[in-house]
């Protein structure tokens, strides 16, 4: 069965520190792949989004996500975090089939930042 | 432009009680997706509507069911509550269903939710 996996549940950094959290999915064929962002006591937003193209994508707020399809992976990044930065994050992937899809949803990660 | 709103916020109920939920989706937005979220299963795809069909249906019961409403409003309604289905409902809606008959995938904007809390 198709599978989102996030690694790190918690991650804790201080700010001006590097942030990569990995994603990765099980699925061989088409998917287009998001990450999601839930600050505290706000509704999900969409952080940057891969369908096609430049595999390296840039989102908003200094993010950016690389898509390396032979590692089924989509791992978020940021080079220097800032303390708002905290929230939990989630990996999405649409799996599409011939005539349908679905979404997948990792189990999020989420991240304080020390300030 | 106004975001996908969901109502009530809250809602109490016991166990065995049915419970409606409705979401609004963007103006122009056809597509309205329904999830919940949990501590522990995270969020969970329970099914897609476009234009009034359901396209897509995750892993639920047939407790759980929804509609969609020729103005795009989506409503799920869940019957015979049980203790565990506390949680977060998620409705997200897009300009159109993800995949179906498209070569490209939409994005999907999430409303606040309803926290449902089941005694």
């Known amino acids: 069965a198709q599978s989102v996996s996030q690694h790190n549940h918690h991650v804790i950094l201080s700010e001006a520190a590097s942030l990569e959290l990995g994603c990765n999915y099980s699925?061989?064929?088409?998917?287009?792949l998001f990450w999601y962002v839930q600050y505290p006591g706000q509704h999900l937003q969409l952080l940057l989004k891969?369908?096609?193209?430049?595999?390296l994508v840039k989102g908003i707020k200094g993010f950016e996500a690389e898509f390396i399809k032979s590692k089924f992976s989509f791992n978020l990044r940021k080079p220097s975090v800032q303390w708002s930065d905290t929230a939990e994050y989630f990996c999405?992937?649409?799996?599409?089939?011939?005539?349908?899809?679905?979404?997948?949803f990792g189990s999020g990660t989420r991240l304080s930042i020390r300030p | 432009k106004a975001g996908v709103t969901q109502t009530p916020r809250y809602l109490i109920k016991t166990r065995g009680q049915q419970v409606t939920l409705s979401c609004s989706p963007i103006s122009g937005h056809r597509s309205v997706s329904w999830y919940q979220q949990t501590p522990g299963q995270g969020l969970q795809f329970l099914f897609e509507y476009f234009s009034e069909t359901q396209r897509n249906k995750g892993n639920f019961p047939g407790r759980f069911s929804g509609r969609q409403f020729s103005n795009s409003r989506s409503e799920m309604n869940v019957s015979t509550l049980e203790l565990g289905d506390s949680a977060l409902y998620l409705c997200?809606?897009?300009?159109?269903?993800?995949?179906?008959?498209?070569?490209?995938?939409?994005?999907?904007?999430f409303g606040p939710g309803t926290r449902l809390t089941v005694l």
């Open positions: 699925y061989g064929g088409t998917v287009n």
């Open positions: 999405a992937v649409n799996v599409r089939y011939s005539s349908a899809s679905k979404i997948i």
């Open positions: 997200a809606s897009s300009r159109m269903v993800s995949g179906w008959g498209s070569t490209s995938t939409d994005t999907q904007y």
């Open positions: 891969y369908f096609s193209g430049d595999p």
